[in-house]
């Protein structure tokens, strides 16, 4: 996996998630195995193979998080930064209405909040630009023009 770009928040909730998965749920899912065993004949034994699916779904999980936490890099939310990169909150104009975004990696993008992937088409566009940049951005209804009112 390539190198992740979170928060230090993102991180924590990671750790926390994947606790949960290897303290509990493990648990859970050996438990619901053990009972489902009790029952006999395992090919025809639905709750088993239900909890082995469930079994799955959970280490695919923890390998998934592990491999995000194993390949991150801590991001910081900049203040009074002079050009925009990730971690950074920007205030623009498109058509003289105003929006704020913030830029963050992947793992955090909410477009309805504001929150910006570096990878997506938009974040990416207004990375490496300062304050007073015009950017334009070409979608699939020609081009959209943003100017880069203030980096926070």
């Not at 493990?26 to 195995?33: H, N, P």
């Not at 936490?69 to 209405?97: E, F, P, Q, R």
């Not at 974040?123 to 100017?147: M, Q, S």
Request: charged residues 30%; hydrophobic residues 35%.
């Amino acid at each position: 996996m390539d190198q992740q770009h979170i928060t230090a928040e993102k991180l924590e909730e990671l750790r926390q998630d994947l606790n949960n998965l290897k303290t509990v749920r493990r648990l859970e899912v050996a438990d619901r195995l053990k009972r489902a065993k009790e029952l006999g004949d395992l090919s025809e034994n639905s709750e088993y193979m239900e909890a082995r699916d469930e079994q799955q779904l959970v280490e695919s999980r923890v390998f998934e998080i592990e491999d995000i936490i194993n390949n991150s890099s801590i991001i910081t939310m900049t203040h009074g930064k002079s050009i925009v990169d990730i971690g950074a909150t920007i205030l623009v104009s498109k058509g003289g209405k105003e929006m704020k975004f913030t830029i963050a990696g992947p793992n955090e993008a909410k477009p309805e909040a504001g929150v910006l992937s570096n990878e997506s088409p938009l974040g990416r566009a207004f990375i490496g630009h300062k304050a007073g940049d015009t950017v334009k951005i070409k979608v699939p209804a020609g081009e959209v023009t943003y100017k880069i009112l203030k980096i926070e």
